[in-house]
């Protein structure tokens, strides 16, 4: 077995899980739907917005907000989720619907 097949499958099996998408299942394709540059820049944004927020909270919780962490924190929040999106997931996920296409 391919080492991206296994990949493939791993990466799958863990997005196909409903944790994994909270609070924002709606952006779930289907296994056979292709994951497309909209649709991730759409879940950058909403992941990305999140773990800002979260990030955010904790920081005044724990009294150590500061702006320029605040500034860097919200750019490696959106940067980071956008590369992963783009770079893994959408790879992967296209892999596995281009084999579910090709069996239909």
Same mark, same amino acid.
Request: with cysteine; glycine share 2%; charged share 10%.
């Given at each position: 077995?391919?080492?991206?097949? $296994? #990949?493939?499958? /791993?990466? @799958?099996? #863990?997005? &196909?899980? &409903?944790?994994?998408?909270? !609070?924002? +299942? /709606?952006?779930? !394709?289907? !296994? ?10 759409? %879940? ?7 773990? *800002?927020? %979260? ?5 005044? $919780? ?5 702006? @320029? +962490?605040? $500034? +860097?924190? *919200?750019?490696?929040?959106? *940067?980071?989720?956008?590369? =992963? *999106?783009?770079? $893994?997931?959408? !790879?992967? =996920? ?6 579910? @296409?090709?069996?239909?």
């Amino acid at each position: 077995m391919k080492i991206l097949n $296994v #990949l493939a499958l /791993f990466h @799958n099996w #863990l997005s &196909d899980k &409903d944790f994994i998408w909270w !609070p924002f +299942s /709606f952006l779930r !394709p289907e !296994p056979k739907e292709y994951l497309t540059f909209k649709l991730t820049f759409l %879940m950058t944004a909403c992941f990305g917005g999140l773990a *800002f927020m %979260m990030f955010m909270i904790f920081a005044v $919780v724990n009294n150590a907000f500061y702006f @320029n +962490s605040a $500034v +860097s924190t *919200f750019f490696m929040c959106f *940067f980071g989720f956008f590369i =992963w *999106f783009n770079l $893994v997931t959408k !790879p992967l =996920w296209n892999h596995r619907a281009r084999e579910i @296409n090709s069996q239909v």
